[in-house]
């Protein structure tokens, strides 16, 4: 008996670990938190004081973005924080308010309610409801690889016209004037019509606060080691900079009466922490948000794991991309439930926390503690706050996701990215952000499809000395008059396989002499019914013309597919394991005497267009 109860009691301890594992999966705070030590709450809340620092102007100056009151980019860095912390899987990330997701949520908003009212405060909290719950369910199903429907270039495109359209929005509260447009075009004509309503008074204001943001970038830090102040100190002091800017600006309105001069200021905030309800569920109100939750969801989820994955290697650690969607999701379901819109995790919030020595997710909730302090004490004193210095913050902060330089570096390196992120960024100014993301992701499917459909393929032969085979297009190599063979460097799909035919019965018209026809086939993962059909038929065709067609470097799997069907059966040639063996057996005299290729492709350099598609 007593051997039956040890023996229970260990399977019970053995089932309980493997039940925390499985719990761990979804609570990642279950897993880091065993490890929690002193150290660690240390490292954290040191983080936790500088991003909250950070974080303070930029969650006022993002609501602003987002066509809400400031006081709400408060709480939208309240409950997500915390959410994220119980569900995120990132040490680094710094969930919150961030500038495109803002533009996104002002432009999805704007579409069924009018700005500055309760029906467009109502919105953007369906906003975050909305892609808080697809968030939730792409995570629970494990759609994160739908996010790479969204390639590099249409991203980086994206978001540099997304910086571009944000920056000239703001400067309506620089300059003092009304002005409106969810495009490039828009905002600058209403701009260009009322620049001369310009407030001297506001515009010297937010100049200032440009001018300082911008110097504290980058002239701050070293100033204060020069003064003697220790790295760390100084650091964390120019970590500070934006804060300083709304300091100096705020005491001077209250203390020289700008506001009677016209200068603009956030007003009264209202002091204390926000309630926590369900948005009103309105299915219009929902259908018609509905794409543009979407939109939200997946460019945050783009932005978020994009900076997780980088911050993670830095450490070796990773992330979990579907565990990240949950948190995603849980983080905006708590913002929409904090009566907020939409956050996403921010990427120069993730590195200052990173850079700051944030060990664990917990560096969010504590931060979120900072946050709610300052809803608590420091609202009183933004009374002052110009509007000015907020749009100075967003300006300071977007310019630097501008990458002007990216569609050159595309130009050069692939046609097919420069063509998608220049109709990306055309498009975006032109038509607004999500038209932007859709003809961005249209265009790089359909540009990728078209390069499908015409696989890489060289003929090829071999270099003298060696069992290599490469490119007559590029290298002297050994070649004979009877014997043709074509390198494919693609799998062969309904795509591309009859692209594949006319290329091979182009080069056995040009070259008569041709007895033997070797695909060599070891860059081919996968052949489709398609591709088989199109081999069967070459191999008749070239029997007709005298020609015997072989087979050489089959992968496994492949050849598992081709021996269920009846072309090995009906193979002119034979099936040879290396190309080697095949150039031995129907060229045996190549190597004692054969004629060297005449490359026309010279390697090295920067590639030419044509030589983008010829391989080695």
């Known amino acids: ?8 009691a260990g399977l019970m301890s053995k089932a309980a670990p493997s039940s925390l594992s499985r719990l761990a ?94 029906e467009y405060l109502g919105a953007t909290i369906v906003l975050a409801m909305l892609s808080g719950l697809m968030l939730m369910a792409m995570g629970l199903f494990r759609l994160g690889f739908l996010a790479n429907l969204l390639s590099h270039p249409v991203v980086s495109g994206f978001i540099t016209a ?33 620049v001369r309503d310009t407030n001297p008074y506001t515009l010297a204001v937010g100049l200032f606060a440009l001018v300082f943001l911008v110097w504290v970038r980058k002239g701050f830090k070293p100033l204060l080691l020069r003064l003697g102040m220790g790295p760390t100190a100084a650091d964390f002091v120019a970590k500070a900079g934006p804060v300083l800017a709304i300091v100096f600006t705020t005491l001077a309105v209250a203390l020289f009466g700008l506001m009677g001069e016209g200068v603009k200021t956030v007003g009264e905030i209202p002091v204390g922490l926000p309630g926590v309800a369900l948005p009103a569920f309105d299915p219009a109100l929902w259908g018609q948000l509905a794409v543009g939750a979407l939109f939200i969801s997946v460019i945050g989820f783009v932005e978020s794991v994009s900076v997780g994955q980088t911050l993670a290697a830095k450490r070796r650690q990773r992330i979990e991309p579907d565990q990240e969607l949950v948190a995603l999701g849980a983080s905006n379901i708590a913002s929409s439930l904090s009566g907020a819109f939409p956050v996403t995790g921010g990427f120069s919030r993730s590195v200052v926390n990173y850079d700051a020595g944030a060990q664990t997710p917990a560096a969010g909730a504590f931060t979120a503690v900072g946050i709610a302090l ?17 749009s100075a913050t967003i300006i300071v902060a977007v310019l630097s996701l501008v990458d002007l ?6 130009w050069h390196y692939s046609k097919r990215d420069f063509i998608a992120i220049m109709l990306t960024i055309v498009v975006t100014l032109v038509q607004g952000v999500e038209t932007g993301v859709v003809v961005g992701v249209v265009a790089s499917l359909a540009l990728f499809v078209w390069h499908a459909s015409r696989p890489h393929a060289a003929v090829v032969g071999l270099v003298p000395g060696t069992q290599h085979f490469r490119n007559v297009r590029r290298h002297k190599v050994l070649v004979d008059p009877g014997l043709l063979t074509i390198r494919v460097d693609e799998s062969l799909t309904y795509l591309n396989s009859r692209w594949l035919e006319g290329f091979v ?13 070797v695909l060599l086939c070891s860059a081919v993962n996968t052949i489709d019914a398609s591709g ?34 009846h072309l090995l059966e ?47």
Not at 534 to 555: C, F, M, P, Y
């Open 162 to 194: 997304s910086g571009v359209i944000i920056a000239a929005s703001q400067l309506k509260h620089l300059l003092g004037i009304q002005a409106h447009g969810e495009t490039l075009w828009e905002i600058v004509m209403t701009l260009a019509e009322n």
């Open 532 to 565: 088989l059909e199109v081999i069967e038929a070459l191999n008749r065709r070239l029997a007709d013309a005298g020609v015997r067609l072989h087979l050489s470097e089959v992968k496994g799997p492949v050849m598992d597919r081709l021996a269920r069907s």
């Open 570 to 616: 009906e193979l002119s040639g034979e099936v040879f394991l290396s190309q080697h063996e095949a150039f031995a057996k129907l060229a045996p005299n190549a190597e004692q005497g054969g004629q060297l290729s005449k490359p026309d492709i010279v390697t090295g350099g920067e590639p030419s267009a044509a030589s983008e598609r010829e391989g080695d």
């Open 505 to 517: 019965l182009q080069e056995i018209a040009r070259k008569p002499d041709v007895r033997d026809l």
């Open 25 to 118: 999966r979804y609570l990642p705070i279950l897993d880091w938190g065993r490890s929690y030590n002193g150290a660690t709450l240390s490292s954290d809340l040191v983080a936790a004081a500088i991003v909250t620092v950070m974080l303070i102007p930029q969650s006022l100056a993002y609501a602003l973005l987002a066509g809400l009151p400031p006081v709400v980019g408060l709480y939208a860095s309240l409950l997500p924080l915390v959410a994220y912390t119980l569900f995120g899987t990132s040490r680094a990330l710094s969930v919150g308010p961030v500038a495109v997701v803002s533009l996104m949520t002002a432009a999805a908003a704007s579409k069924v309610a009018v700005g500055g009212s309760p």
């Open 1 to 8: 008996m007593a051997g039956q109860a040890g023996e229970e």
């Open 405 to 410: 330089k990216k569609p050159i570096e595309l």
């Open 374 to 390: 300052a809803s608590i004490f420091l609202t009183p004193f933004l009374f002052y706050l110009p509007l000015a210095t907020l």
